[in-house]
């Protein structure tokens, strides 16, 4: 069955320190990831996407990601965060475009001064 | 400007009483999907449509119904069998031209049951 675990529920960081949010997937076939982030109240918003050729993924607002399929990983990361990073981030999984994408339950990031 | 549209931002409703979330799209896209967002539960697929007058049920269809008569516009209606119908609604679609396909959302419709 598919599915995609983000094992951290809240995370805390200091503004300027690094980050990293963990994602894990299950998936029969050649997995489409992303990442998304969601502002309080609002939709969400494409970071970053990997569906084939380099496994490190460069997205938008300096985030990167790295496939890792002996892992079945999709870890999103950042050298140094900004206090308007604080989001909710979600990474889905999907099959060949238009099927269905499956979210894990999301990650929240708090930063702090 | 291209994107999804949805309306109303917040609606209240009172117990027995169906209601309808609009969707519209002006990007083109044939796939469309409507996702509910509770806390702590990520995003759960409700309905998705990948051509007109066509839709299939999600992980979550029970009381909700959909139709998808144009393609720009991908109604949901939130009936009264929808045992706990309060929580957040996104609309999403995709494009199968695009290689990843990836998911553009609305700005989301708060439903509020009281």
């Known amino acids: 069955a598919q599915s995609v675990t983000q094992p951290d529920i809240h995370i805390t960081v200091s503004e300027g320190a690094s980050l990293e949010l963990r994602c894990n997937y299950s998936?029969?076939?050649?997995?489409?990831l992303f990442w998304y982030v969601q502002s309080p109240g609002q939709g969400l918003q494409l970071l970053l996407k990997?569906?084939?050729?380099?496994?490190l993924v460069q997205g938008i607002k300096g985030f990167e990601a790295e496939f890792k399929r002996s892992q079945s990983s999709f870890n999103l990361r950042k050298p140094s965060v900004h206090w308007s990073d604080a989001a909710e981030y979600f990474c889905?999984?999907?099959?060949?475009?238009?099927?269905?994408?499956?979210f894990g339950t999301g990650t929240s990031l708090t930063v702090i001064p | 400007d291209g994107g999804i549209t949805q309306s109303p931002k917040y609606l209240f409703r009172k117990e027995g009483q169906n209601v309808t979330l609009s969707c519209e799209q002006n990007?083109?896209?044939?796939?469309m999907y409507w996702y509910r967002q509770d806390p702590g539960q990520g995003l759960r697929l409700i309905y998705y449509s990948q051509i007109v007058n066509d839709f299939q049920k999600g992980d979550i269809a029970e009381g909700y119904s959909v139709s998808r008569e144009k393609k720009e516009s991908f109604p949901l209606t939130v009936t009264s069998a929808q045992k706990n119908p309060t929580a957040f609604y996104l609309c999403?679609?995709?494009?199968?031209?695009?290689?990843?396909?990836?998911?553009?959302f609305g700005e989301g419709s708060r439903l509020t049951v009281l």
């Open positions: 990007l083109n896209h044939d796939a």
């Open positions: 998936y029969g076939a050649t997995p489409y």
């Open positions: 990997y569906f084939s050729g380099d496994t």
């Open positions: 889905a999984v999907g099959a060949r475009p238009g099927n269905q994408f499956y």
């Open positions: 999403a679609s995709s494009s199968r031209e695009l290689l990843t396909g990836e998911l553009f």
